[in-house]
């Protein structure tokens, strides 16, 4: 017996509630990635290759998702890798907060520390993140998935947002005291909302309360890490989409670094300009993200395609809106803030019908393996995250060193993002498509009024 398949699936309370924990991890993140970026540099005059190692450190620790999703198989539960991940990740954050505080009179034992700060929140994100996805791959139906991934990642944006924001004004006028006290009370905050989210979620996982296992499951449960990974990355689909998720994001992220000193550099707009083109264009992923959630709706299921389609179409729309900032670069008149909002758009569509394809392909090669999978699509996209920026502007670097002018090597670097987004919509077009995958979009939004754990 499947016992994945005997637990009741989530409604929309219980997504509300990883919603929440999602947002949690964000604005711990958010606050050691941006605010203490910007305190070093600034504050600190401290160089800016520091909080960009950083960043991309604990990007490479992450690297440990599979293992971490493999531990939440093993255990079959995922509550305590979220709530566990979460501790560690409130650790770090104010560990990181500490060191930053500690550089401005040791700049060296300060720098170490903050890379102890930075491994335990890419353990934490890991721990937690790989976990909250698993579940929601197991206990969320097929026609919910495209939708809850886009309430998670909205939440969590809002979660971005909020703190971004709280923050900021609290630790105005800046003094190394209150930054500590804003830390500590960030990460005492969400740990408790994450508790509060985690009562009683998984109660009916509890061993006792499950149907005898089959003797796959036995097998499964008796497997080592590295058998579990080798299972795994035998699964062809599996690999295809490891590939998707990594080209997808690399060339997502590595637009980031560039398209504000892109739009200074060629366009002439000034740092607030440049500063709401990126809003414009985060306007624009929230506009995709909600498209594809909308476009299951009973009023128009089925006549929008597939969830592969979503994902195929905004990768190839992203790369033409790419194509597009790569001839703004060329032309003395472009509408550089339309073309931002439509690549924004493509991002969002793209993502989060990836999303949902991964709910999907977590549990298609059997219950049991989710977390591993979850964990090794989470470790590609950190690896791209890790590597975008850093590509990006190396790019762009080096495009300036050997091109000799601005406008060309812009060019060259979106042209660069284009053909790799086209690359991800090759790679996505050969996931075979499962029963469920041709099914037409069919999200239950009636549900969303109702509430609870209705199937």
């Known amino acids: 017996m499947n016992t994945a398949l005997s637990m009741p699936v989530f409604g929309w309370f ?23 970026n910007r305190i070093m540099v ?4 401290l160089p800016a290759l520091l909080p960009g190692f950083l960043v991309a450190w604990h990007y490479a620790v992450q690297m440990v998702r599979p293992r971490m999703g493999f531990g939440a198989d093993k255990g079959r539960r995922s509550t305590p890798w979220m709530m566990g991940g979460m501790l560690v990740l409130g650790t770090g954050g104010v560990m990181a907060a500490a060191a930053t505080v500690w550089m401005a009179a040791e700049p060296f034992y300060g720098a170490l520390l903050a890379c102890l700060s930075f491994s335990l929140i890419g353990l934490g994100v890991s721990a937690c993140g790989t976990s909250l996805l698993a579940l929601m791959a197991k206990r969320v139906p097929d026609e919910r998935r495209a939708p809850a ?8 944006i809002v979660g971005f947002a909020v703190t971004a924001g709280v923050v900021g004004k609290l630790i105005d006028p800046y003094s190394p005291q209150v930054l500590l006290q804003v830390s500590a009370g960030l990460s005492v905050l969400t740990a408790l909302i994450t508790a509060l989210c985690l009562w009683g979620l998984e109660k009916d996982a509890d061993p006792q309360m499950l149907p005898v296992r089959s003797e796959a499951a036995e097998r499964q449960q008796k497997q080592d890490f590295k058998e579990a990974f080798k299972e795994v990355w035998a699964d062809p689909a599996a690999r295809t989409f490891t590939v998707f998720v990594f080209m997808s994001m ?6 980031d670094l560039i398209l ?6 060629v366009h002439g707009f000034t740092p607030g300009q440049t500063t709401q083109l990126s809003g414009w264009h985060h306007m624009g ?12 709706s009973r009023w128009v299921a089925g006549r929008l395609g597939s969830v592969q389609a979503w994902m195929v179409g905004g990768c190839l729309l992203s790369a033409l809106a790419t194509l597009g900032l790569c001839s703004s670069a060329m032309a003395e008149v472009w509408p550089l803030k339309a073309n931002v909002v439509f690549l924004g758009v493509a991002n969002g569509a793209f993502s989060i019908a990836a999303i949902a394809t991964m709910m999907r392909l977590a549990g298609a090669g059997g219950a049991g393996r989710e977390g ?6 989470g470790a590609a996209q950190a690896a791209a995250f890790g590597l975008g920026g850093l590509l990006g502007t190396a790019a762009s670097d080096l495009a300036h060193a050997l091109l000799g002018e601005q406008r060309t090597a812009y060019a060259a670097v979106f042209g660069m993002q284009a053909l790799m987004f086209a690359v991800s919509a090759a790679v996505a077009l050969r996931l075979r498509s499962g029963p469920q995958q041709q099914r037409p979009l069919r999200f239950d939004t009636s549900a969303l009024l109702k509430g609870g754990s209705s199937s």
């Open 42 to 45: 600034v504050e600190l005059a």
């Open 372 to 377: 591993t999978r979850m964990g090794l699509w």
């Open 285 to 296: 992923v929230l506009i995709g993200m909600l498209a594809v959630a909308g476009a299951g």
């Open 250 to 255: 690399l060339a997502y992220s590595a637009q």
């Open 14 to 36: 219980q997504i509300i509630r990883l919603g929440l924990i999602q947002a949690c991890l964000g604005a711990v993140v958010v606050v050691t990635t941006s605010t203490l």
């Open 260 to 265: 504000e000193p892109f739009a200074g550099a």
């Open 149 to 156: 991934a886009t309430t998670v990642w909205l939440m969590m």
